[in-house]
């Protein structure tokens, strides 16, 4: 299947159904990946404890001052996040998929919100155009290929 064919609503579509098929699938190592992300990234896995080094040091080694996104100073826009690009709570197994793991700023960030990669997509073509070729550049193609099987 090559993806790079396909208009953005039939990848919606697509991304969609595959999510959701998975979703029900569920097991309970899934919810594990899903909670050793917060133990990857939070002392004892509670955000008010902390960040772990081991996640400040992912943090610097992958990123610059930039937002991939917006292409804003991280400082102009209240710092840096670690956000999955195919939501956690929707694609629990890649929570601690480092392919799935991007640095972007915490406006990017709160735009982006729980949206699918193609959710997210679409809605970047339609209300920042401007922006669309950044995410676009970031799609994570490799993990959404994995989703078909």
Not at 111 to 120: I, P
């Amino acid at each position: 299947m090559n993806l790079n064919d396909r208009e953005l609503k039939e990848l919606f579509e697509l991304a969609d159904k595959i999510g959701k098929k998975r979703y029900h699938k569920l097991t309970e190592q899934d919810f594990e990946n899903y909670k050793k992300f917060d133990y990857w990234r939070y002392i004892n896995g509670d955000g008010e404890c902390g960040t772990t080094q081991e996640s400040k040091d992912w943090v610097e080694k992958h990123s610059n001052w930039y937002c991939p996104i917006c292409g804003k100073n991280y400082s102009a826009t209240n710092g840096k996040t670690i956000d999955h690009k195919l939501p956690r709570a929707q694609y629990p197994w890649l929570a601690m998929n480092f392919m799935n793991l991007w640095v972007i700023c915490q406006a990017c960030n709160k735009d982006k919100g729980e949206k699918h990669w193609y959710e997210y997509e679409h809605y970047m073509f339609v209300h920042h155009p401007e922006l669309y070729l950044a995410v676009k550049a970031a799609r994570p193609s490799q993990l959404l290929e994995s989703l078909k099987d």
